[in-house]
Antibody
């Protein structure tokens, strides 16, 4: 099970940290990603991280502004979001991959909403 | 970046009919690393097909995936009421991972 938290209303240029708490899995053996969905729009892959936390990848739209990380001792995934823009407004989902590679997205949380607006 | 184009945008069909959804990639998807997801209103997406043609756990055999290279298809042989949803394709053969824009299957 994956449970996201941390979504909020934030002003443009602001920062936010999302969390995703996992249970029922051997957390450090799974790569994980964040995927977002703007209101009424499709899915956009945001960032991914391997099980050990040593390898990360980002979408061009967030590179340099967002940082994905994980604390395997706490079974928690994070997304640090800086310099937020109106176009970052979305529901943010965390998801596990199949094993320790950024392949298909097997298990999804229910999402946490982020609104960027003044 | 691989751009995935799904067609049609909306498919209006009746229960019992066959649905054929297309996903076309701007360049070849390596090793057919192509997945399909089903999303119902207010819910998270759910993995439906992976590796272009392998059905995920929990989905019946009326769902099937096919294709290779740049052209992929999701077929629902006989639509059931619970199948009306939005379907997304996603490639995971290269970075950044990308999704298609989705096909909505609605009740006619």
């Amino acid at each position: 099970q994956l449970v996201e938290s941390g979504g909020d209303l934030v002003q443009p240029g602001g920062s936010l940290r999302l969390s995703c708490a996992a249970s029922g899995i051997v957390f450090n053996t799974y790569a994980m990603s964040w995927v977002r969905q703007a209101p009424g729009k499709g899915l956009e892959w945001v960032a991914g991280i391997r099980g050990a936390g040593d390898i990360t990848h980002y979408a061009d739209s967030v590179k340099g502004r967002f940082t994905i990380s994980r604390d395997n001792s706490k079974k928690t995934l994070y997304l640090e979001m800086n310099s937020l823009r109106a176009e970052d407004t979305s529901v943010y989902y965390c998801a596990t991959h199949y094993g320790d590679y950024l392949n298909r997205l097997e298990c999804w949380g229910q999402g946490t909403p982020v609104t960027v607006s003044s | 970046e691989i751009v995935l184009t799904q067609s049609p945008g909306t498919l209006s069909l009746s229960p019992g009919e066959r649905a054929t959804l297309s996903c076309r990639a701007s360049q070849s998807v390596s090793d057919n690393y192509l997945a399909w997801y089903q999303q119902k209103p207010g819910q998270a997406p759910r993995l439906l097909i992976y590796g272009a043609s392998y059905r995920a756990t929990g989905f019946p055999d009326r769902f099937s995936g096919s294709g290779s290279g740049t052209d992929f298809t999701l077929t629902i042989s006989r639509l059931e009421p619970e199948d009306f949803a939005v379907y997304y394709c996603q490639q995971y053969g290269s970075f950044p991972r990308t999704f298609g824009q989705g096909t909505k299957v609605e009740i006619k």
